[in-house]
């Protein structure tokens, strides 16, 4: 027997891997507009729009947290329904 929940369900996790992927987006947008002065032959940006940059990593571990919550709460539902 297997538990699915509806599809308009929030299953846990999931507000998680939504979040990671907003923060994951934005640093993708602040990589683009800090390496785009590089080719553009302009000034740099300074030093702290680099750190923004570093949003995708931030995003990346966000949404995987939320993977393995969401993984975590499906293996508990299966353990639950054997017993």
Avoid: N
């Avoid at 507000?15 to 302009?42: E, S």
């Avoid at 750190?51 to 299966?78: T, Y």
């Amino acid at each position: 027997m297997t538990v699915t929940p509806h599809s308009d369900e929030a299953r846990p996790g999931d507000g998680l891997v939504k979040a990671g992927g907003i923060v994951f987006i934005a640093g993708a947008v602040a990589t683009l507009a800090t390496m785009a002065p590089l080719f553009l032959d302009v000034d740099p940006f300074p030093s702290y729009a680099w750190a923004v940059c570093m949003l995708m990593g931030v995003g990346f571990a966000i949404s995987a947290a939320g993977v393995l919550r969401s993984a975590a709460a499906q293996r508990k539902a299966a353990r639950a329904s054997q017993s």
